[in-house]
T-cell receptor, first 115, second 109 residues
């Protein structure tokens, strides 16, 4: 059972380039999330999707877009990468519309460096 | 912000000892969760305690919650080297879940 799968695991971009981070879950969860983790900052929510067809902004959405492609997949796009977006990005999923009431299951992250 | 804050930031102990980590927060909560993160990996959910509960156990883990003091503690008994990880509390209020900055635990053989 794969759980939450993120691709790629590592990526280096130049400032201004674009890219899409992919996330897929096989647990039939209805809610999915994108976080970034920076040293000393904990995890901060970028966007979330409570159910297929809906997306909402989190704490730090600027510079990002998301697409809930179907129930399994939730992608995060950086249209014009900036050095401040250097971070580790985590995708998570859970089995409930209210994102705090059920445990979240995390992928192993994408380590993104922007030069 | 209702973000939880873990204390201490880092903790170093020997195998077999107990490890205690604390989480303080500022506003009301519906529940509080603890997660573990091994180096280079994603977070793994450990335990959830609801606001009307005072203590919860899971294996070698014991979590307490004191809503009057707005604090929670995570106790790991008989620590093992494999417990080396970062531990995060996450506070939940309705649809908002907020992670703290974590405690790094090092368990030496």
């Amino acid at each position: 059972n794969a759980g939450v799968t993120q691709t790629p695991k590592f990526q280096v971009l130049k400032t201004g380039q674009s890219m899409t981070l992919q996330c897929a879950q096989d647990m039939n969860h209805n809610s999915m999330y994108w976080y970034r983790q920076d040293p000393g900052m904990g995890l901060r929510l970028i966007y979330y999707s409570a159910s297929e067809g809906t997306t909402d902004k989190g704490e730090v959405p600027n510079g990002y877009n998301v697409s809930r492609l179907n129930k399994r997949e939730f992608s995060l796009r950086l249209e014009s990468a900036a050095p401040s977006q250097t971070s580790v990005y985590f995708c998570a999923s859970s089995f409930h519309r209210d994102r705090g009431w059920k445990p979240q299951h995390f992928g192993d992250g994408t380590r993104l460096s922007i030069l | 912000s209702q973000q939880g804050e873990e204390d201490p930031q880092a903790l170093s102990i020997q195998e077999g000892e107990n490890a205690t980590m604390n989480c303080s927060y500022k506003t009301s909560i519906n529940n509080l969760q603890w997660y573990r993160q091994n180096s280079g990996r994603g977070l793994v959910h450990l335990i959830l305690i609801r606001s009307n509960e005072r203590e919860k156990h899971s294996g070698r883990l014991r979590v307490t919650l004191d809503t009057s003091k707005k604090s929670s503690s995570l106790l790991i008994t008989a620590s093992r080297a494999a417990d080396t990880a970062s531990y995060f509390c996450a506070t939940v209020f309705y649809s908002t879940l907020t992670f703290g900055k974590g405690t790094m635990l090092l368990v030496s053989p």
